[in-house]
């Protein structure tokens, strides 16, 4: 559409309005026009035409198909322009180039109808801002929302208001457990002030006074949980302890039960899982103290690994940490790897470091180093990279060689055992003796084909474990982990135990069952009545429906209603048929067993809500990816806030 009658402004004697578009009739280049606004063609004019003079009215060419043109062109002309074609082309070459520039143009952002580029800037054809331009239209999308609100692209994108920004900003703050002065860096303030436009950065009082709102909001939230329980993890409070270590029993239990007394929770804590040794708590410090104590798995099996580990593998484990640390920080010998592995048809894989304060990490570097041996052995023999001397400090002798393969099973095994105690997301202290007695009984024997310093090993962790988890008390059916397994329907057979050991177990959940009528328990009585009956109804078998209903309206008047799920309401009969009951498979969840199966033997799933919420650890472990980075980032907190990072961050 040609543009018709004459304009107010000069800029009109070079330009000519087609459709939504203004074109320059000196040079073709074509500008989006709207809102009447002429500041565009004006910029143009007086960067690329600073002579005016118009073009012949017969010289306009035929405007075919738009397409964005981003890169330079020849005359470094950096405007967006159309792409022309002659009259003269077959009308099929010039649909399909029409079909292709309305493709592209559906993916460009309409902030481009209000801003142009030229060189690395970008100019608003509302108001002659400039802008940087680095291939984000966040900038612009910003300016036209503050600055042109009636004319937001509608491109189905709502920008952030500067308070959710600064909302995002302390949730980001508690999501990673960073440090509330990162607010105050200079970079962080330079990548604000360039993504959100005139944006006033809070300042580390502002986000810290935004933290503690949630942090009082999730107060509310968990004491409203507390009271429905909804079955979910949660982080209640912190303490900090003394930095040399000693905290008696005396102190702790005092900080658990102010805790429990703020929370109101008294009464409902069924185990305090400690990473401590096992002497430090008992259950007569205190009066009030109505809990039982749970030793955490990792710990004790890091403290079992110690116990084994004698002289001679501590030597072969220094050695080996030696000749990855050659490897890691010879960039000479790292090559050279390289290359061998390449000609050994070898992984690809750099060699791991033990860490003095993760066991398993041991079990990584012994695997990596026999994956990797003959081309270690290759490089060390090559004297073109490492010297005879060099050679023989670093050389792993083949009877060590020996060891670190029959030694490294083993790690892994126990390695293993810990990754699932340490699950977050599913049960896991029902899991803690199955594997303890697997270990011992079967893991942890010495076998004909083992050297003797891992026969040793072995025998030193299976008497460590013996002890820490008490295996052989009198009293280990009332230990909570113990008491787990019997209601965790994969392991309620305990077959690991005795005879003797099972009975007493069977008895000690006997004596659970009949106390929860003191106890406020989360079925109620209208649950009861309808349970689900666990033998079949056999007397609606062959008979008339009409008679079979009048018998059996006369039996329940008789009977009386519950008559045929008397025993479910009985505490015994429950645990009975529980225990009798087909055991689910290893890989069923047993949260998804209990919901479907609760209703059959409500007081044993009231029991089973106790006792496998309780965690197998008492922190995220070290060896799982999310503990790792939870400890690193909790290092980074400033001890002032520490306590209330740790509670937003954890109950998210």
């Known amino acids: 559409m040609k543009r018709t009658g004459r304009r ?19 040079c073709d280049a074509t500008l989006k026009y709207c809102g009447g606004a002429t500041s565009s063609m004006m910029n143009h004019m007086s960067r690329h035409h600073p002579s005016t003079a118009p073009l012949d009215e017969d010289e306009k060419p035929v405007i075919c198909t738009v397409q964005c043109l981003e890169e330079e062109s020849a005359n470094n002309s950096d405007v967006t322009q159309v792409a022309i074609m002659s009259p003269n082309l077959n009308a099929a070459a010039g649909q399909a180039e029409r079909d292709y520039g309305e493709r592209k143009r559906l993916k460009r952002s309409s902030v481009w109808d209000i801003f142009i580029k030229v060189d690395d800037e970008v100019h608003c054809t509302m108001c002659d801002t400039k802008l940087k331009y680095r291939s984000s239209t966040t900038s612009m999308m910003y300016h036209i929302k503050n600055k042109h609100p009636d004319t937001m692209p509608n491109d189905g994108v709502s920008l952030a208001t500067h308070a959710e920004v600064t909302e995002l900003i302390s949730k ?9 002065s990162v607010v105050d860096g200079d970079g962080f303030r330079e990548l604000l002030a360039y993504t959100v436009h005139n944006y006033k950065m809070p300042s580390a009082c502002d986000i810290t006074r935004l933290i503690e709102g949630h942090f009082h909001e999730k107060v509310e939230e968990l004491l409203v949980q507390l009271e429905e329980w909804l079955g979910r993890s949660a982080v209640l409070q912190t303490h900090k302890l003394s930095s040399d270590g000693h905290t008696s029993t005396e102190s702790l239990t ?27 708590f008992s259950a007569n410090t205190c009066a009030h103290v109505t809990w039982d104590y749970a030793t955490c798995f990792a710990t004790t099996l890091q403290l079992a690994v110690n116990d084994g580990l004698s002289e001679d593998l501590v030597r072969i484990i220094v050695a080996a940490g030696k000749l990855v640390r050659h490897f890691n920080h010879n960039l000479l010998a790292s090559e050279a790897l390289q290359q061998k592995q390449v000609q050994m048809c070898l992984p690809q894989h750099k060699l791991i470091q033990s860490s003095k304060a993760r066991w398993d990490t041991i079990c990584d570097m012994f695997e990596r180093l026999l994956e ?5 052995k290759a490089v060390l023999s090559d004297r073109t990279i490492t010297n005879r001397q060099e050679a023989q400090t670093l050389e792993i002798e083949d009877d060590c060689w020996q060891i670190v393969e029959n030694f490294t099973p083993v790690l892994a095994t126990l390695k293993w055992a810990t990754t699932v105690i340490s699950a977050e997301t599913e049960v896991s202290i029902s899991n803690i003796y199955p594997i303890t007695f697997s270990l011992i009984q079967t893991h942890l024997m010495p076998k004909e084909n083992d050297v003797e310093q891992v026969s040793e090993f072995k025998l030193k962790v299976q008497t460590s474990l013996r002890n820490h988890m008490e295996v052989d ?9 113990l008491i787990a397994s019997m209601l965790d329907p994969r392991h309620k057979h305990l077959s690991f135990l005795t005879p003797t050991g099972r009975l007493a177990a069977k008895v000690k959940l006997h004596e659970l069952v009949s106390k929860l009528d003191v106890i406020a328990t989360t079925v109620g009585p209208k649950d009861e009545q309808q349970e689900t009956l666990v033998t079949p109804d056999t007397s609606q078998v062959a008979m008339p429906s009409q008679v079979r209903s009048e018998t059996k309206n006369t039996m329940m008047l008789l009977l009386g209603d519950n008559y045929s799920s008397s025993y479910a309401t009985d505490a015994e009969a429950q645990v009975d048929y529980y225990l009798r009951d087909i055991a689910p498979s290893l890989d069923i969840n047993p949260l998804d067993w209990w919901r479907v199966n609760g209703p059959r033997f409500p007081k044993l799933a009231t029991l089973a809500r106790h006792y496998l919420c309780v ?6 472990s070290l060896l799982s990816e999310t503990g790792q980075a939870f400890a690193t980032m909790r290092t980074r907190l400033n001890p002032e806030h520490i306590d209330m990072m740790i509670f937003v961050n954890r109950n998210v």
Do not use: Y
Not at 8 to 26: A, H, I, L, M
Not at 174 to 179: A, F, G, V, W, Y
């Open 172 to 180: 980001m703050i508690e999501k990673d457990l960073l440090p509330i």
């Open 473 to 481: 008390s009198n009293d280990l059916a009332s230990k909570p982990a």
């Open 8 to 26: 107010r402004s000069s800029v009109w004697d070079c330009f000519e309005q087609v459709g939504n578009f203004v074109r320059c009739t000196k």
């Open 615 to 620: 965690p197998g650890v008492s922190l995220p």
């Open 372 to 376: 990797q041996r003959w081309a270690i």
């Open 254 to 280: 005092e900080r658990i039960l102010n805790t429990v007394q703020t929370w109101g929770v008294a009464g409902k804590v069924t185990a305090c899982v400690h990473n401590n040794t096992r002497d430090i």
